[in-house]
């Protein structure tokens, strides 16, 4: 069984994005909340063009279903970094389930970089940069492995640990240099 040489794990459990995820619920769970219980508790019609009773319930419950899917997706979502001999193997579930592998003979150059998600990828998630940025697979933070292909492909991975990452790539490097 090889040995991981690196390994990564990173979740989407900012502050600001937790505020965010809140500030989308507080309001669409008040206002139709508000909205059931004025026209089905009270009886009285909410709004100019009241929607049936029924036609409330599915709207409120399609908004909800919804909503909890996307809270749901948002908090599943994570990066997966690992470096061994074989190469460097990445997932972004549940959008990439399965691992994806860089050999080192895809690899032409490598670094550790700081860089602007949001003016260079438009932010964070799997991204693309353009042609000339490449793809992003970043979580948060502001600094990540950029790796350029042999085919001209960039790609760059973010991490939290640079310093630890970019040792496991000179080691899986290493053989390819000799």
Not at 95 to 113: A, F, N, T
Not at 127 to 133: A, I, L, Y
């Amino acid at each position: 069984m090889e040995r991981a040489y690196y390994q990564e794990e990173q979740k989407f459990d900012q502050l600001w994005f937790k505020v965010i995820i809140l500030m989308t619920w507080v309001p669409l769970v008040t206002i139709f909340g508000i909205g059931i219980y004025r026209q089905l508790v009270l009886g009285k019609p909410w709004g100019n063009h009241p929607a049936s009773d029924t036609g409330q319930v599915v709207v409120a419950g399609s908004l909800f279903l919804i909503m909890t899917g996307l809270t749901w997706l948002l908090f599943s979502l994570r990066l997966i970094l690992e470096i061994s001999e074989k190469g460097l193997q990445y997932r972004f579930p549940p959008m990439i389930g399965k691992c994806r592998l860089i050999s080192p003979g895809e690899i032409g150059e490598y670094r550790i970089r700081e860089y602007s998600p949001v003016r260079e990828y438009g932010g964070w998630g799997i991204r693309q940069g353009g042609f000339r940025n490449g793809v992003a697979y970043n979580v948060k933070g502001n600094t990540g492995l950029q790796l350029e292909l042999k085919s001209g492909k960039k790609i760059l991975f973010g991490t939290q640990r640079p310093d630890a990452l970019k040792s496991a790539m000179d080691r899986l490097m290493k053989p390819q240099l000799t």
